[in-house]
């Protein structure tokens, strides 16, 4: 049957570009799978607006191990039920340290939030405190980044 193609919502914080890349990379793998991707910045995203979208990947540099104050604050604002029946994943840059932490912190906030929460990627990219661009992403990880879009798409 020809049904409605299915709605992902990718939605970051970014403010030397990272992030951005990634979430880009991440809505590539969800679109090579037939899923319409939408990305935003969560500055851009009303909490009324996730209920069109089937599920959600949400990305964040690393900022003290922790998730910018941004995507917390946004993931808080949402309903308690809101992730309810949808599924999510995380997706985080760091320049040296706690990338993994940040996904954990992420992954707890969304889990709260009803989600079925998918592992997340952490890669390496940018300079401490981005006081600086810094490097790039690895050609590897921008694939890590668009096979989590893949996987997103296939258990959502
Ligand atoms: C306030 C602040 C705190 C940061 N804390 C960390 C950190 O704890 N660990 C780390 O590896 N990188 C840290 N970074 C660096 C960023 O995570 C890194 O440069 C990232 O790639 C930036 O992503 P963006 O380009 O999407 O903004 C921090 C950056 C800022 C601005």
């Known amino acids: ?10 939605v970051y914080h970014s403010k030397t ?29 009303s909490p009324d607006e996730i209920r069109g979208y089937a599920m959600i990947a949400v990305g964040s ?5 922790r ?3 941004a995507v917390r604050r946004f993931i808080r604002g949402l309903n308690r039920k809101a992730l ?11 320049a040296a340290f706690g990338g993994r ?3 954990r912190r992420m992954k ?21 405190l981005s006081l600086w661009k810094g490097p790039q992403a690895s050609e590897k990880d921008v694939a890590r980044l668009e096979e989590l879009g893949r996987k997103l ?3 959502g």
């Open 1 to 10: 049957m020809l049904g409605k193609k299915k709605q992902a919502l990718v």
């Open 17 to 45: 570009g990272h992030t951005a890349g990634a979430a880009e990379a991440v809505a590539r793998g969800l679109e090579s799978r037939k899923v319409k991707a939408t990305v935003k910045r969560v500055s851009e995203v």
């Open 61 to 65: 540099p690393t900022r003290g191990s």
């Open 67 to 69: 998730p910018a104050r």
């Open 84 to 94: 309810k029946g949808k599924t999510a994943t995380t997706f985080s840059s760091y």
């Open 101 to 103: 932490k940040t996904l």
């Open 108 to 128: 707890r906030l969304l889990k709260r939030r009803k989600a079925r929460v998918l592992p997340g990627v952490a890669f390496k990219a940018g300079a401490p």
């Open 153 to 155: 798409a296939k258990k």
